[in-house]
């Protein structure tokens, strides 16, 4: 089955500088890649995601990128703030049809003030 | 209003006993699944369903347990076989081709 390793576990950033979290996964028919965040006792939201059809999608001060022949993608957040401390998830799956998700372990995102 | 709804919010069960997390939404969603969050290990997949009366068994399903008679009801049985169920545990829904999952607020479930 499908293997996602995420990185790092833990990052603290400045505030305005920028964060990146990756990601690579073991199956080659993956074709979804979603990015999901996690606040403090909340439920995983879906900020971004990305299709194997695209490289790169950007939403305001948010982007991943997707290497197919790699099988890594990345999350990079721009101009960080306190409101984008929080746990973020990186997911793969095959997609239409077999949605099911495969999850990363994590990445705990600290911003400093 | 919209969404997936997961009660209670928290679960204590003493040792040996089964407990039944309720997960139901109303987005008619065909696909439905359970996750289970531990800290530092993600979130794992227990069982999935993609359509009524039909389910399949995730990464960690031993001690689990399903169904899926209604298209907006997927309850998750915890049984006393599961030897160490204390965790978080997360239910979503998604529409076949389309895979962005949406989640309920979860059940935080201790056993004492």
């Known amino acids: 089955g499908e293997n996602v390793e995420q990185h790092p576990s833990t990052l603290s950033v400045q505030e305005g500088d920028s964060a990146v979290i990756k990601c690579t996964y073991s199956?080659?028919?993956?074709?979804?890649f979603p990015w999901y965040k996690q606040e403090l006792g909340k439920r995983p939201q879906l900020i971004i995601d990305?299709?194997?059809?695209?490289g790169e999608k950007k939403d305001q001060r948010i982007a991943v990128t997707l290497n197919k022949t790699a099988k890594h993608f990345s999350l990079h957040i721009t101009e960080t703030q306190p409101e984008d401390s929080a746990v973020y998830f990186c997911?793969?799956?095959?997609?239409?049809?077999?949605?099911?998700?495969?999850f990363g372990t994590g990445t705990r995102l600290t911003i400093i003030p | 209003d919209g969404g997936i709804t997961q009660s209670p919010k928290y679960l204590f069960r003493k040792e040996g006993q089964n407990v039944t997390l309720s997960c139901e939404q109303n987005?008619?969603?065909?696909?439905m699944y359970w996750y289970r969050q531990d800290p530092g290990q993600g979130l794992r997949l227990i069982y999935y369903?993609?359509?009524?009366?039909?389910?399949q068994k995730g990464d960690i399903a031993e001690g689990y347990s399903v169904s899926r008679e209604k298209k907006e009801s997927f309850p998750l049985t915890v049984t006393s076989a599961q030897k160490n169920p204390t965790a978080f545990y997360l239910c979503?829904?998604?529409?076949?081709?389309?895979?962005?999952?949406?989640f309920g607020q979860g059940t935080r479930l201790t056993v004492v």
């Open positions: 979503a829904s998604s529409i076949p081709g389309r895979a962005e999952a949406f």
């Open positions: 199956d080659s028919a993956s074709n979804y």
């Open positions: 990305i299709r194997s059809n695209v």
């Open positions: 997911a793969a799956s095959r997609g239409f049809g077999n949605e099911k998700l495969t």
């Open positions: 987005l008619n969603h065909d696909a």
């Open positions: 369903s993609q359509i009524v009366n039909d389910f």
